[in-house]
């Protein structure tokens, strides 16, 4: 993305913070789920954005759709600000931006028929109804590798990967610019996993669509996206091309990510064994501000990594990485 | 409840079997068995007229008969049919059963919905309200009421409907709180549904499934509410019910066994059938969505 | 070598049907596994791996019906009183499951859920104090930094990792011959992953327990097995070294379940999915099992099913037409 182009998506200093207790006996407890995030897509970009569990991957994924509202900051798709909008501009928005849900069990409505589910946003957003309705589905199906027949019969009568199969032609049938996947694969099985992976990718060929591809598995999101971006704790850590994050990774946590996966090759993998030293560093000296990675980092360097949260700035190549040590 | 569980990755088919076979080792025979002691009394209430010649509110030279082949199940101190009053008495207490569960379980799914889907502010008034129905002490204050209103058969369906709706009102939201974080919920969201359609079209089908067995309960405990009432004087003398039958009868428990007997019975059968059958269908219906976890 | 510690034979897993022929989940399963071995199971769902586990400690459902042998240390499981099996169970074999958060009861300390564990089979009838100690050495064994005080935690306490090796180390408490891990890994973050892995390698290291893992992730059994069985639709497929056949795999499944996972050290070229779908165990199928999603299925493959064949030292694969190992590697 270079600077004079716009991007299709402007994420500007989102947050997001859940509130617990604060009852009569609880404390008030406030989660930081999303910390400060910025980030731009570029219009046909796929950006992969990885995280462990917590890492608040899944909840900016919801805020930038507009399923939840962001604490603070602005999310932008082609210039039309997403947070507050409301009943009309809300469907607006839905037209241009859809999600590809993880649980391919849990995000269909047991109840409805595979027509009934697709004709829904077509009927909603006044698109279309009876038989044009019926032939926009049958092309959705049709692109997602179903066959027509699969219009009348239910949930229930098709496999994980035929029902996440019908959850991106769901995605689809509004014809979006920008599709938000949360975890698209992660509960199919390998064989499927490839067989919905290589189907994304022929849809935004086929469509010219822009990706949020949000996962946890480093490999998969190393094959699908253009860029990379890391979340700690619900920060970015870092963001590069795939090709320079996996080649170099600048961040120390990034680092112990790429580290840390096991590989199909045997060899290969006594390789990686031997130069992982799986220990989990405990500071002593850590603290509760300043760099969120910090009780974990190798580099740690204290005082400074304890009190100063770094902030993300341009780095060697391309990278922006958030650590007062990078490389 | 949110704990990071393993993700569902059977496909339907290798599940399907366990969960066939854990519903058969759940005694289907129960459920089915309630259904037919429910379709019994139903049909002996519907096809009165046809089962016996005799007219419930008729009287009679021949009091307290015993058992007989004209009067199979005897007859009372004024000398009406006690097998005809048992059937049509079964309209009155089915009829009340129904139409008061009817009432409470609309009431209770309309409130249950509107509290769990939309929570927050709405959500605690609601449930406050219920629970202050909850601790109503239900038979007395429905004694009380219907003394003040009057018997009737209307009265009598009114006060059980609008006195036994707490429960379900929270079974309900309990289920919609569960759905309301189901992914398709947002996923119709984001097809563009708005409140009113993704509570009619997308939570309210799933939380049906639920209130079936919520249902046949309510019923049961409707007809034993209504029975309670006749019994203590208050049921409607036009309308037998089986409870006014049990009230006329009691005082000849000595003389006349089948006065109190035959109607019990028939109380009885229904109440445990619609528990047997509430039970069958517990087990049998299927999970509207896998949640996980 | 030594006679083998658990030694399977032709174990089958079914479930009868009313008025239909019962839907078999596992068939013809025959493995050894040695003293101090550690074998991995891999395999998508349905391919059986789960409920071959499940069979060595007798948790299938009560409505399976198990046929075969499975002999530990020469003692034929099926046929033992439940009494044996409790015994045997967390003494001799014991299980890691996947999700270690139900695993745990969450009212009481995790100290002393693996201080039970210990009592049960204690036959030295250890006091409370001596219990306290062993629980804490097994906490520090399984990498928890301050166990005395953690064994005082409850399980929500506890992070998903942390649960996991709670969970490995009342597994490990009575120093079993056998752990069974079933998908130990697949719930957490990619960094403990790696640290649970290295704690199964070094129980085996150093306690010589033998691992039995069952798992779908190829790369957890590059990383940890020097065996591997892969199971497709409840047979098993290829059996045989983790070099061998993880680098030259000889079936045609083995080898499209390689192609069709993304490489992280590989950049994105397409890749090779295996089309279809595994076949519905309800549902009879003639011949190999796989060759309905088999690109060289030729026609005897649909009519009649191969059986698993040496084809080199320590290698079985079930195909009429293996694959030359060299040629596919370089393909």
Partial sequence: MTAAEAPLVSVTAIRRHFVSGGGLLARRKVTRAVDDVSFGIAAGETLGLVGESGS???????????????????????????????????????????????????????????????????????????????????????????????????????????????????????????????????????????????????????????????????????????????????????????????????????????????????????????????????????????????????????????????????????????????? | MTLASPLPTRPAWVTRPLTVLAAVRRQPAAGVMGALLVLVTILGALLAPFLTAADPLALGSDTLAEPSWAHPFGTDDLGRDVLARVLYGGRVSLGIGLFSAAISVGLGMTIGMVAGFFGGLLDEVLMRITEAFQILPKLLVAVVVVSLIGSGLLNEILVIGLLSWPATARIVRGRVQVIRHEEFIAAAEMSGAGPVRLLARHIAPNVLSFLLVSASLQVASAIMSESFLSFLGLGDPEHPSWGLLLQQGQLFLQQAWWLTTFPGLALAMTVLGLNLLGDGLSGSHAAPARSRR | MSAPLLSIRELGVSFPRKEAPSTTVVEGVSFDIMPGEIVGIVGESGSGKSMTARSVLRLLPKSAELSGSIRFRGREIPEMTDEEIRDMRGALVSMVFQDPMTSFNPVLRIGDQIGEAIALHDRARRGRRALRDRVAKLLALVGIADPAERARSYPHEFSGGMRQRALTAMAVANSPALLIADEPTTALDVTVQDQVLSLLRELNENSGTAILLITHNIAVVASLCRRVIVMYAGRVIEDGPTDEVLTAPRHPYTWSLLQSVPRIDQAGTRLTAIKGQPPDPATPLAGCKFHPRCPWAEQRCGEQEPALSPIGEAHGVRCWLPMNGIAAAAQ
């Fill in chain 1, 56 to 327: 608040g991957k899944s909840t900016l994924g919801r805020v930038i759709v507009g399923l939840l509202a962001a604490t603070s900051g602005q999310v932008a798709i082609a210039g039309q600000a997403v947070g507050g909008a409301r009943g009309g501009a809300r469907r607006a928005l839905w037209r241009r931006v859809q999600m590809v849900f993880q649980d391919p069990y849990s995000s269909l409505n047991p109840r409805l028929t595979v027509r009934d589910t697709l004709a829904e946003p077509l009927r909603n957003f006044g698109i279309a109804r009876g038989a044009d309705a019926d032939r926009r589905i049958r092309e959705a199906l049709d692109a997602c590798g179903l066959p027509a027949s699969a219009m009348t019969r239910h949930p229930r009568e098709f496999s994980g990967g035929q029902r996440q199969r019908i959850g991106i032609a769901r995605a689809l049938i509004v014809r979006p610019d920008f599709i938000v996947a949360d975890e698209p694969v992660s509960a199919l099985d390998v064989s499927i996993q490839a067989q919905i992976i290589n189907l994304l990718q022929d849809l935004k060929a086929a469509f010219g669509l822009t990706y949020l591809f949000i996962a946890h598995d480093l490999a998969v999101v190393r094959h699908v996206s253009d860029r990379v971006a890391v979340m700690y704790r619900g920060k970015l850590v870092e963001t590069a091309s795939a090709e320079m994050l996996y080649a170099r990774p600048a961040h120390p946590y990034t680092q112990l990510l790429l580290r840390s996966v096991p590989m199909p090759d045997p060899r290969a993998e006594a390789e990686r064994r031997k130069r992982t030293a799986a220990s989990e560093i405990a500071h002593p000296q850590a603290t509760a501000g300043g760099c969120p990675f910090h009780a974990r980092c190798p580099k740690a360097r204290f005082p400074l990594c304890g009190e100063q949260a770094p902030p993300l700035a341009a780095h060697a190549s391309g990278h922006r990485v958030a650590c007062h040590f990078p490389g």
